[in-house]
């Protein structure tokens, strides 16, 4: 993510051109990962798959790396790229993200860490089921933490979410978000 950052202030600071080469790169870092398959698993029941509590640690920790590697992406198509809000690559993203998101229980410690991909996505939410769950995910966050940046991170996606600035670029996006406000 620093790195884009960087990049995209060079592309603006210097009036450069946009590099192919560069967003790939950039795709291929982002690439998401998925949950290993352990060899000493295969040949094993599910049951046994189920039972264990590795597996599930893995996919949970998975799951959270992936929603960071979708929202980096939406960023990169976004503020980079300055691809549409609801271009078809940005979107494919936002519901990936969202379904990573989904399999993160919200009793585990991660949950508490999601709160720049439920803000990345959420401001790329259109449809309302989607919107909904952002809300949902940044309530049941507010209830482990209590941090005042949560409240004042949903009233700006919902004031986003009612204005024509959802349909604009990434940076005006942003601009309802109260300064001090800190999205980790």
């Known amino acids: 993510m620093a790195e884009m950052d ?7 600071a210097n009036n450069g051109e946009l590099s192919m080469d560069e967003v790939r790169r950039f795709e291929v870092a982002l690439q998401p990962t998925f949950a290993p398959l352990h060899v000493n698993h295969l040949g094993r029941s599910t049951a046994h798959l189920v039972q264990g509590t590795q597996l599930p640690k893995t996919i949970q920790s998975t799951a959270f790396t992936r929603a960071f590697q979708h929202s980096a992406t939406i960023y990169l198509y976004r503020a980079i790229c300055g691809l549409h809000p609801r271009h078809y690559l940005v979107q494919q993203h936002v519901h990936s993200c969202i379904e990573c998101i989904r ?3 919200r009793s585990s410690k991660a949950h508490n860490c999601i709160i720049f991909p439920l803000y990345v996505v959420g401001a790329h939410a259109f449809k309302d089921d989607h919107q909904r769950f952002v809300i949902e995910e940044l309530d049941a966050v507010y209830q482990t933490l209590r941090f005042s940046s949560l409240l004042l991170i949903r009233a700006a996606l919902e004031d986003l979410w009612g204005s024509e ?3 604009g670029d990434w940076a005006g996006m942003f601009t309802g978000l ?4 800190l999205v980790l």
Do not use: C, N, P
């Open 103 to 105: 399999a993160i229980d």
């Open 6 to 12: 960087f990049y995209r202030h060079s592309l603006q």
């Open 165 to 167: 600035a959802r349909e």
């Open 178 to 181: 109260a300064k001090g406000v």
